[in-house]
Nanobody, 125 residues
Framework: VQLQASGGGLVQAGGSLRLSCAAS????????MAWFRQAPGKEREFVAA????????RYADSVKGRFAISRDNAKNTVDLQMGSLNPEDTAVYYC???????????????????WGQGTLVTVSS
């Protein structure tokens, strides 16, 4: 299984970025997908998740209204559209895939089986 995250970079505060994660080696439509992030010196934290069916979506309170997660089961990709970025969003962003994720565990990193290598997002003030 491979999860390849891309789209990170340097952006000014208030700007936007779109991250994408391409999955291979798994039956994508059976996996719930999520984005987590880890800022320097901090623990990894949940950002957004979408169930395999696409009918349940969760966001961290810190990104609600600014970020949007979506998936394309035909392309085996999950995207994270990020807007109104601020320096606190600076982090390495990881995508994750889990086959047995239920609604109550969507925000927990232990629920996910596979992780990508991460893509760095840097927001300058």
């Amino acid at each position: 299984v491979q999860l390849q995250a891309s789209g990170g970079g340097l952006v000014q505060a208030g700007g936007s970025l779109r991250l994408s994660c391409a999955a291979s080696g798994l039956t994508f439509r059976r996996y719930s997908m999520a984005w987590f992030r880890q800022a320097p010196g901090k623990e990894r934290e949940f950002v957004a998740a979408i169930k395999y069916s696409g009918d349940s979506i969760r966001y961290a309170d810190s990104v609600k209204g600014r970020f949007a997660i979506s998936r394309d089961n035909a392309k085996n990709t999950v995207d994270l559209q990020m807007g109104s970025l601020n320096p606190e969003d600076t982090a390495v962003y990881y995508c994750a895939a889990g086959q047995r994720v239920i609604v109550s565990t969507m925000t927990r990193d232990q629920a996910y089986d596979y992780w990508g290598q991460g893509t760095l997002v840097t927001v300058s003030s």
